[in-house]
Nanobody
Framework: VQLQASGGGLVQAGGSLRLSCAASGVVFKLDDMGWYRQGPGKERELVAS???????DYAGSVKGRFTISRDNAKRTVFLQMNNLKPEDTAVYYC??????????????WGQGTLVTVSS
């Protein structure tokens, strides 16, 4: 399975962006999905995650501003980002826990999409 992310761009502080990440290819099961980000000179960090049942988790720095959601039928995960801050500037990566077969798990990463927030 492959993940294709889209929706990044340049936005002013206080603005909004919506990221999408669609899974393609054959897989036995698509499990938890999430968004990570890596800012300049920083390590990659978890931004938000969502289970197949819709249970969500967020990094403290984005709680109340970002919303993760998914469409299981379309195998797509979204990240709605509101009230963006310059410190949100990063490359955003989507991630999915996949099961190519019932016995093995494989983490898959998207190619990354750049979000730049200007002050």
């Amino acid at each position: 399975v492959q993940l294709q992310a889209s929706g990044g761009g340049l936005v002013q502080a206080g603005g909004s962006l919506r990221l999408s990440c669609a899974a393609s290819g054959v897989v036995f099961k698509l499990d938890d999905m999430g968004w990570y980000r890596q800012g300049p000179g920083k390590e990659r960090e978890l931004v938000a995650s969502i289970t197949t049942g819709g249970v969500t988790d967020y990094a403290g720095s984005v709680k109340g501003r970002f919303t993760i959601s998914r469409d299981n039928a379309k195998r797509t995960v979204f990240l709605q980002m509101n009230n963006l801050k310059p410190e949100d500037t990063a490359v955003y990566y989507c991630n999915a826990e996949t099961y190519p077969d019932p016995w093995q798990r494989r983490d898959v990463w998207g190619q990354g999409t750049l979000v730049t927030v200007s002050s």
